[in-house]
């Protein structure tokens, strides 16, 4: 989760999930110097990702389902 920390990644997974595809420019270095590169990679339909972080980035948020779990001892276990 942490790649997802930066403004990028967050627009990464929202475009991902939103439109099923991320799409976006870059530069390579070629033989003939800086090229602009376009990068389209297709993706799932859903995706599945685990944190501890107690939210996310309030945009992705509307993108997903939240499920918080209690990590937390239970007082008396049953004998």
Request: negative net charge.
């Amino acid at each position: 989760m942490a790649g997802l920390a930066s403004d990028f990644g967050s627009y990464l997974l929202r475009t991902l999930l939103s439109e099923k595809l991320i799409r976006y420019e870059t530069v390579e270095k070629t033989d003939a110097g800086l090229a602009p590169k376009l990068i389209e990679r297709e993706g799932p339909t859903g995706l599945i990702v685990t944190t501890t972080w107690a939210s996310m980035h309030p945009e992705n948020e509307t993108r997903m389902l939240s499920l918080a779990i209690k990590d937390d001892r239970p007082k008396h276990l049953p004998c």
